[in-house]
């Protein structure tokens, strides 16, 4: 097998299909669907009514199963928003080199700023969800326990490429403010507390709305400890400059998180808006929209 079919592994329906007709025979009357456009990291395959296949398209998904089947049903109970607990996690087979996951299917909309970016009840809700997050303490296990610790990692890690992706952007976004925001940013004093639980890839894409209001919080593959910070970023995707305030009285966060916070949407948002923009219209909207609520604060 060549290196670029391990990268990018071919699926389609009929290697679904066989994967799920051969490991879980009790759902092999139910009917596939693909869904499209799914995510970046995610072939996914909705499964009857009730259930998805979620596929990773690349090694930097794996392991995201084992980490939900693990991890979600401890957090759901202590959460006030609904997280899809994996019922399976499939194997390798057919060619196919990675574990994979069958899951609740949630139905919602995908939240947007249209919907929700103005609305204080929201923000308090988001506040909600990240402080018991924050406060997961599962039943015997500490957070020492979290596998691989935060995805996300440390702003510092990112720098070289963050400086890069401010140069490329070039005209499209105010560089000295960028600039000045990521060296505050870096220098803004660190997480000097315990490491808390933290979703690691929070945006408005992994966020379920129905009838309104917000339902879901999916996606679960950062998952880990860490500074709380990476987790604000969901301030600067969804929230506008109102409903922000409301967000950070209700969490309760001081000056040098909410600064690091703001570093995590600038270099997400330049990281998605230089590898994605060109392609999709869609994200170049987003992520310039992150972009520039970050530098404003």
């Not at 103005?118 to 997961?136: G, I, K, P, W, Y």
């Not at 979290?146 to 560089?175: M, Y």
């Not at 970023?233 to 950070?248: C, K, Q, V």
């Not at 600064?259 to 808006?273: H, K, S, V």
Request: aromatic content about 8%.
């Amino acid at each position: 097998m060549s290196e670029q079919t391990v990268r990018r592994p071919a699926v389609d329906a009929v290697l679904v299909r066989k994967l799920v007709d051969t490991q879980f025979p009790h759902w092999a009357d139910l009917p596939l669907r693909l869904l499209d456009p799914a995510g970046s990291d995610h072939v996914i395959y909705r499964l009857g009514e009730k259930l998805s296949v979620r596929m990773p398209r690349h090694p930097g998904a794996v392991g995201q199963a084992e980490k939900e089947y693990e991890w979600l049903p401890r957090l759901a109970p202590c959460v006030p928003l609904a997280v899809p607990v994996p019922v399976a996690v499939g194997d390798p087979d057919f060619g196919y080199p990675w574990r994979w996951a069958v899951s609740p299917w949630l139905d919602g909309e995908v939240a947007t700023v249209e919907a929700l970016g103005d609305s204080t009840r929201a923000a308090v809700r988001l506040a909600e969800f990240l402080h018991a997050l924050q406060e997961f303490t599962p039943e015997g296990r500490t957070v020492g326990d979290a596998r691989a610790g935060l995805a996300a990692g440390t702003l510092a890690e990112r720098d070289g490429a963050t400086r890069a992706a401010i140069a490329e952007v070039g005209g499209a976004f105010d560089g000295a403010a960028m600039t000045a925001l990521w060296e505050e940013a870096l220098h803004a004093p660190a997480w000097d507390r315990p490491p808390v639980w933290c979703h690691g890839d929070f945006h408005t894409g992994n966020l379920l709305t129905a009838e309104g209001r917000l339902s879901a919080v999916i996606d679960f593959g950062g998952l880990g400890i860490g500074d709380p910070a990476c987790d604000l970023t969901i301030a600067f995707t969804l929230m506008s400059a109102r409903s922000r305030a409301a967000f950070r009285a209700a969490l309760n966060v001081d000056d040098a998180t909410w600064t690091r916070g703001r570093g995590w949407a600038l270099a997400t948002g330049l990281n998605a808006y230089t590898s994605y923009a060109a392609v999709s219209s869609r994200v170049a909207e987003q992520t310039a929209r992150q972009i520039t609520e970050a530098v404003l604060g």
